[in-house]
């Protein structure tokens, strides 16, 4: 293969490494947003079953304090009934400890209603912390992940940068200056292989011509359509790594 077409591939290797390093560490802010949309959730959903437990708690209270005022009148009731002088007096008596002894137990029943309700309440509070706990396990182990990852990718960058130095420096002045027109044109894809008689990135047919020049790998040859560079992986070679398709 011509020189100057092997450095042109291997400079397209290096920036599309480098451009893809480069968006990873963009979408860094992102992930983290992300990552803490997620904390604050699963704290939400914390928040929320706890408040539920208490207002259950301050119901069950408001209700017991409901109770403590008809057993309070309930004894008042009782103690008259020992007093009372008539019959007529008498029944009046019972039908208001009957009343307070029902409302009593309507209480009661709602107090036991509660109580139930805070057992299932109970058990999704603690599950709620339960996975608060784990999200924050699996977030810090996210970050972790994610700040030797960028580490990595800070000294890729900077190795590709001398790779690409070096190769620049080799690469012929005119081939290099159309070589960044086509990048900045075609969103960083200036070389792309060619396969049975068509660009395997703008998809265009080339002409007969144009391809078995291709084939030998012995010029500089530029797709007519979208301008690449064009290169050739005969089936016995091992293959080159294809770039997406950008017409």
Same mark, same amino acid.
């Not at 293969?1 to 920036?15: S, T």
């Given at each position: @293969?011509?020189?100057?077409?092997?450095?042109?591939?291997?400079?397209?290797?290096? $920036?599309?490494?480098?451009?893809?390093?480069?968006?990873?560490?963009?979408? %860094?802010?992102? #992930? %983290?947003?992300?990552?803490?949309?997620?904390?604050? +959730?699963? #704290?939400?959903?914390?928040?929320?079953?706890?408040?539920?437990?208490?207002?259950?708690?301050?119901?069950?209270?408001?209700?017991?304090? $409901?109770?403590?005022?008809?057993?309070? #009148?309930?004894?008042? =009731?009782? $103690?008259?009934? @020992?007093?009372?002088?008539?019959?007529?007096?008498?029944?009046?008596?019972?039908?208001?400890?009957?009343?307070?002894?029902?409302?009593?137990?309507?209480?009661?029943?709602?107090?036991?209603?509660? @109580?139930?309700?805070? $057992? %299932?309440?109970?058990?999704?509070?603690?599950? &709620?912390?339960?996975?608060?706990? &784990? !999200?924050?396990?699996?977030?810090?182990?996210?970050?972790?992940? @994610?700040?030797?990852?960028?580490?990595?990718?800070?000294?890729?960058?900077?190795?590709?940068?001398? !790779?690409?130095?070096?190769?620049?420096?080799?690469?012929?002045?005119?081939?290099? &200056?159309? =070589?960044?027109?086509?990048?900045?044109?075609?969103?960083?894809?200036?070389?792309? %292989?060619?396969?049975?008689?068509?660009?395997?990135?703008?998809? /265009?047919?080339?002409?007969?011509?144009? =391809?078995?020049?291709?084939?030998?790998?012995?010029?500089? /040859?530029?797709?007519?359509?979208?301008?690449?560079?064009?290169?050739?992986?005969?089936?016995?070679? +091992?293959?080159?790594?294809?770039?997406?398709?950008?017409?």
């Amino acid at each position: @293969m011509l020189p100057e077409l092997e450095r042109l591939i291997a400079l397209q290797k290096l $920036d599309s490494a480098a451009d893809a390093g480069r968006r990873t560490l963009a979408a %860094e802010p992102e #992930r %983290e947003h992300a990552l803490e949309a997620r904390l604050e +959730t699963a #704290r939400q959903h914390v928040a929320t079953a706890k408040a539920q437990l208490a207002d259950n708690q301050n119901a069950r209270r408001a209700i017991e304090k $409901d109770v403590a005022v008809h057993q309070g #009148r309930l004894s008042k =009731f009782r $103690d008259q009934a @020992m007093e009372v002088k008539t019959n007529v007096e008498y029944h009046a008596i019972q039908k208001e400890i009957s009343f307070a002894q029902g409302e009593i137990k309507a209480l009661e029943d709602k107090i036991l209603e509660r @109580m139930l309700e805070a $057992d %299932e309440l109970t058990a999704a509070s603690k599950k &709620a912390e339960a996975d608060l706990s &784990a !999200e924050q396990k699996a977030i810090e182990a996210e970050r972790k992940a @994610m700040a030797a990852e960028h580490t990595q990718l800070e000294s890729s960058l900077e190795r590709i940068g001398h !790779e690409r130095a070096e190769l620049v420096a080799a690469v012929s002045p005119g081939v290099l &200056a159309t =070589f960044e027109l086509v990048a900045r044109r075609r969103n960083g894809l200036a070389v792309a %292989e060619a396969q049975n008689g068509i660009c395997t990135i703008c998809h /265009v047919r080339l002409r007969p011509q144009v =391809f078995n020049t291709v084939l030998r790998n012995d010029q500089i /040859v530029q797709c007519d359509s979208c301008q690449r560079f064009l290169y050739f992986v005969p089936k016995t070679a +091992t293959p080159q790594t294809r770039e997406p398709a950008n017409p």
